[in-house]
C-alpha cells in the first residue's frame, strides 16, 4: 500500500514538474498519408524530456502511425508520406542529410510482440552498439550488454545462459529483452508499440516498473490500448481519434475530467 | 452522453443512482415526521422515524458495497468514476441525515411526558421547513445534474444558521426565565442543533453534485453564519 502511495505521489509531483523540462519531442502539423488515404491529420505535440507519454485511442485513430514518425519508421512503408516538422532535441529529423540509422539508435523502439533476432540473448543485445559502433572493445561491449540487461532488469534471470538462445525465454523476458535491446544503442528517446499486450499480468507489472525506472534517464512514448496501464505508467496521455489529436494533458486530468467529450466517450467506455 | 458499449456497465451506474434517490427519499420522510411527531407529540410517529432509520443504513451498505464491486470489476474513468465517488459520498451523508432526523425522533419520546407552549417549538419549525427545502433541492441537483442548483444550496445554509442562532438565543430566555423549562429546552436545543448539522449535510451533498458535474471541488470557503459556539449566557 505504502508503494503505491508513493508511487502516486511521486507521479504527481512528476506531473507538477514536467511544465519545467524542455520538450524532448516537438512535432508540429504533422499529417500521414497512405497512398490516397490521410491517416494523420495537423498534428501539433511536445513531450516533455523524462517522462512517459501514452498515446491512447481506438484502432485506426493514427496513435502507432504518429509513435512511428518519431524514428521514420514510416519511411519503410512505400505508400506513406509524412508532413509537417518533428524535431528531436530541436533537430528536424525529417531533413534530407539527417542520417536515419543514426536517428533510430537514438529513438529505440519496442514492438508490440516481443523479436528478439534467432541469436543469444548476448548477441541480442550486442548487434545495436557493435553495427553503430559504439564500442571498440570485447570488454566494453560485455559492460554494455550487462548494464542494458541491467537497466531492462533481465540480468540476474539470464547470466548465467548469456549465450543460450533468445527465443527460448518467456514472453515477459523476451520482451525485456528487446526493452534491454533498444537501450543498448543509447538512445534518448524509447518508442514502444503496446509492449504489454502479448504478456501476462506479472510480466506487464515488471515492464510497467521497468518504464517509471527508465522515465529517470530517458523520454518514453507508448502506445496502448489499456486505460489503466496509460493511467498507471504515464504523466501526459494523447488521445488520437479518427487521425486527429483530440486532447493531450497531464494524466491525472485526462482520467478524472478529460476535457472533450470524445475523450471522455472513449475512456469510460462509451464508444471505440 | 452516448451509452456505455457494455450495456449491464450502466445498468449498474443507473441502479447505484436509484439506490441513492430511494436513500433520499426516506431521508426527507423521516426528517418530516419527526417534525411532524414533535409537533403533534406523537411517540408511535417518533417510533415509526426509529424504525425506518433502519432502512437508511442498509441502503448505504449496499450502495457501498455495490460501488466497490464497480470499482473492482469496471476499472471506472472520468465521469463514471466521479459518479461512483460522489454517490458513496452522498450515501454517507444521507446517513447522518437520517441518524439526525432519528435524534429527533428519540427526543420526541424523551419529553413526551412534557407539557410545553406552541411557540417554543415554531423556530424548530421553521428551520425543519428550511432543511426540507435544502435536501429537496440538493437531491433534485443531483439527479437532473444541475450545478446551478447544487450552488444554490450551498448559498443558501446561511438561512438555517440564521434561524438556528435564534432558536439558540429564544431557547436560552425560556431557561433563564424558569430553571424548570431547562430539561424540555435542552433537548429541544439538541433538536435545533441536528437540523443545523442537516443542512451542513446537504451543503456536502451540494458540493459533491458540484465535483460530479464539473470535475472539480468547490474551493471557494463555505457561507457560515453558526456562531452560537460563540455565545454566552449573559445576564441582563
Do not use: W
Given at each position: 500500500?505504502?508503494?503505491?502511495?508513493?508511487?502516486?505521489?511521486?507521479?504527481?509531483?512528476?506531473?507538477?514538474?514536467?511544465?519545467?523540462?524542455?520538450?524532448?519531442?516537438?512535432?508540429?502539423?504533422?499529417?500521414?498519408?497512405?497512398?490516397g488515404?490521410?491517416?494523420?491529420?495537423?498534428?501539433?505535440?511536445?513531450?516533455?524530456?523524462?517522462?512517459?507519454?501514452?498515446?491512447?485511442?481506438?484502432?485506426?485513430?493514427?496513435?502507432?502511425?504518429?509513435?512511428?514518425?518519431?524514428?521514420?519508421?514510416?519511411?519503410?512503408?512505400?505508400?506513406?508520406?509524412?508532413?509537417g516538422?518533428?524535431?528531436?532535441?530541436?533537430?528536424?529529423?525529417?531533413?534530407?542529410?539527417?542520417?536515419?540509422?543514426?536517428?533510430?539508435?537514438?529513438?529505440?523502439?519496442?514492438?508490440?510482440?516481443?523479436?528478439?533476432?534467432?541469436?543469444?540473448?548476448?548477441?541480442?543485445?550486442?548487434?545495436?552498439?557493435?553495427?553503430?559502433?559504439?564500442?571498440?572493445?570485447?570488454?566494453?561491449?560485455?559492460?554494455?550488454?550487462?548494464?542494458?540487461?541491467?537497466?531492462?532488469?533481465?540480468?540476474?534471470?539470464?547470466?548465467d545462459?548469456?549465450?543460450?538462445?533468445?527465443?527460448?525465454?518467456?514472453?515477459?523476458?523476451?520482451?525485456?529483452?528487446?526493452?534491454?535491446?533498444?537501450?543498448?544503442?543509447?538512445?534518448?528517446?524509447?518508442?514502444?508499440?503496446?509492449?504489454?499486450?502479448?504478456?501476462?499480468?506479472?510480466?506487464?507489472?515488471?515492464?510497467?516498473?521497468?518504464?517509471?525506472?527508465?522515465?529517470?534517464?530517458?523520454?518514453?512514448?507508448?502506445?496502448?490500448?489499456?486505460?489503466?496501464?496509460?493511467?498507471?505508467?504515464?504523466q501526459?496521455?494523447?488521445?488520437?481519434?479518427l487521425?486527429?489529436?483530440?486532447?493531450?494533458?497531464?494524466?491525472?486530468?485526462?482520467?478524472?475530467?478529460?476535457?472533450?467529450?470524445?475523450?471522455?466517450?472513449?475512456?469510460?467506455?462509451?464508444f471505440? | 452522453?452516448?451509452?456505455?458499449?457494455?450495456?449491464?456497465?450502466?445498468?449498474?451506474?443507473?441502479?447505484?443512482?436509484?439506490?441513492?434517490?430511494?436513500?433520499?427519499?426516506?431521508?426527507?420522510?423521516?426528517?418530516?415526521w419527526?417534525?411532524?411527531?414533535?409537533?403533534?407529540?406523537?411517540?408511535?410517529?417518533?417510533?415509526?422515524?426509529?424504525?425506518?432509520?433502519?432502512?437508511?443504513?442498509?441502503?448505504?451498505?449496499?450502495?457501498?458495497?455495490?460501488?466497490?464491486?464497480?470499482?473492482?470489476?469496471?476499472?471506472?474513468?472520468?465521469?463514471?468514476?466521479?459518479?461512483?465517488?460522489?454517490?458513496?459520498?452522498?450515501?454517507?451523508?444521507l446517513?447522518?441525515?437520517?441518524?439526525?432526523?432519528?435524534?429527533?425522533?428519540?427526543?420526541?419520546?424523551?419529553?413526551?411526558g412534557?407539557?410545553?407552549?406552541?411557540?417554543?417549538?415554531?423556530?424548530?419549525?421553521?428551520?425543519?421547513?428550511?432543511?426540507?427545502?435544502?435536501?429537496?433541492?440538493?437531491?433534485?441537483?443531483?439527479?437532473?445534474?444541475?450545478?446551478?442548483?447544487?450552488?444554490?444550496?450551498w448559498?443558501?445554509?446561511?438561512?438555517?444558521?440564521?434561524?438556528?442562532?435564534?432558536?439558540?438565543?429564544?431557547?436560552?430566555?425560556?431557561?433563564?426565565?424558569?430553571?424548570?423549562?431547562?430539561?424540555?429546552?435542552?433537548?429541544?436545543?439538541f433538536?435545533?442543533?441536528?437540523?443545523?448539522r442537516?443542512?451542513?449535510?446537504?451543503?456536502?451533498?451540494?458540493?459533491?453534485?458540484?465535483?460530479?458535474?464539473?470535475?472539480?471541488?468547490?474551493?471557494?470557503?463555505?457561507?457560515?453564519?453558526?456562531?452560537?459556539?460563540?455565545?454566552l449566557?449573559?445576564?441582563?
Open positions: 500500500m505504502d508503494h503505491r502511495i508513493e508511487e502516486a505521489t511521486s507521479a504527481l509531483l512528476a506531473g507538477a514538474v514536467l511544465h519545467n523540462h524542455p520538450p524532448k519531442v516537438q512535432a508540429r502539423r504533422v499529417s500521414v498519408h497512405y497512398g488515404k490521410q491517416a494523420l491529420f495537423d498534428v501539433d505535440l511536445d513531450v516533455p524530456q523524462n517522462s512517459v507519454m501514452s498515446l491512447i485511442g481506438p484502432s485506426g485513430c493514427g496513435k502507432s502511425t504518429f509513435l512511428r514518425c518519431i524514428n521514420r519508421m514510416n519511411d519503410v512503408i512505400p505508400v506513406a508520406k509524412v508532413s516538422d518533428i524535431h528531436v532535441d530541436g533537430q528536424n529529423i525529417y531533413d534530407t542529410d539527417l542520417d536515419v540509422v543514426e536517428l533510430r539508435a537514438r529513438v529505440g523502439m519496442v514492438f508490440q510482440k516481443p523479436n528478439p533476432f534467432p541469436k543469444s540473448i548476448y548477441e541480442n543485445v550486442a548487434y545495436g552498439p557493435r553495427i553503430h559502433g559504439i564500442t571498440s572493445s570485447k570488454s566494453e561491449l560485455d559492460g554494455i550488454v550487462e548494464t542494458s540487461l541491467q537497466k531492462a532488469g533481465l540480468f540476474g534471470e539470464v547470466k545462459r548469456l549465450h543460450d538462445t533468445g527465443t527460448g525465454l518467456s514472453g515477459g523476458q523476451q520482451q525485456r529483452l528487446c526493452i534491454a535491446r533498444a537501450i543498448a544503442t543509447r538512445p534518448d528517446v524509447i518508442l514502444m508499440d503496446e509492449p504489454c499486450s502479448a504478456l501476462d499480468p506479472i510480466a506487464t507489472a515488471r515492464v510497467e516498473e521497468l518504464i517509471d525506472e527508465l522515465r529517470e534517464n530517458y523520454t518514453i512514448m507508448i502506445v496502448t490500448h489499456s486505460m489503466q496501464q496509460a493511467a498507471r505508467v504515464s501526459r496521455t494523447a488521445f488520437f481519434h487521425g486527429y489529436l483530440v486532447e493531450e494533458g497531464e494524466t491525472n486530468k485526462i482520467f478524472t475530467n478529460p476535457t472533450d467529450q470524445r475523450t471522455q466517450d472513449y475512456i469510460t467506455g462509451r471505440g | 452522453m452516448n451509452d456505455h458499449t457494455v450495456r449491464s456497465y450502466a445498468e449498474e451506474l443507473a441502479a447505484l443512482d436509484r439506490k441513492l434517490a430511494q436513500m433520499g427519499g426516506i431521508c426527507e420522510d423521516l426528517l418530516a419527526s417534525s411532524d411527531a414533535l409537533e403533534r407529540r406523537d411517540p408511535a410517529l417518533a417510533g415509526k422515524v426509529i424504525d425506518r432509520d433502519k432502512a437508511v443504513d442498509q441502503l448505504q451498505n449496499e450502495i457501498e458495497e455495490q460501488a466497490i464491486q464497480i470499482i473492482a470489476r469496471r476499472q471506472p474513468m472520468a465521469n463514471d468514476l466521479r459518479q461512483i465517488m460522489a454517490v458513496t459520498r452522498i450515501a454517507s451523508d446517513e447522518r441525515i437520517g441518524d439526525l432526523a432519528k435524534n429527533i425522533s428519540k427526543r420526541v419520546l424523551a419529553i413526551a412534557e407539557t410545553y407552549p406552541r411557540p417554543l417549538i415554531s423556530g424548530l419549525q421553521r428551520m425543519v421547513e428550511l432543511a426540507l427545502a435544502q435536501l429537496k433541492d440538493v437531491l433534485d441537483a443531483y439527479s437532473e445534474r444541475n450545478a446551478e442548483l447544487a450552488l444554490k444550496v448559498h443558501q445554509d446561511e438561512q438555517i444558521d440564521a434561524t438556528y442562532n435564534s432558536v439558540f438565543r429564544e431557547l436560552l430566555t425560556y431557561m433563564m426565565e424558569d430553571p424548570r423549562n431547562i430539561g424540555l429546552c435542552t433537548h429541544l436545543l433538536g435545533a442543533k441536528n437540523l443545523e442537516i443542512g451542513d449535510h446537504a451543503t456536502n451533498i451540494a458540493e459533491t453534485v458540484h465535483f460530479v458535474v464539473c470535475g472539480e471541488t468547490l474551493t471557494d470557503d463555505r457561507p457560515k453564519s453558526d456562531t452560537t459556539s460563540s455565545m449566557l449573559v445576564q441582563k
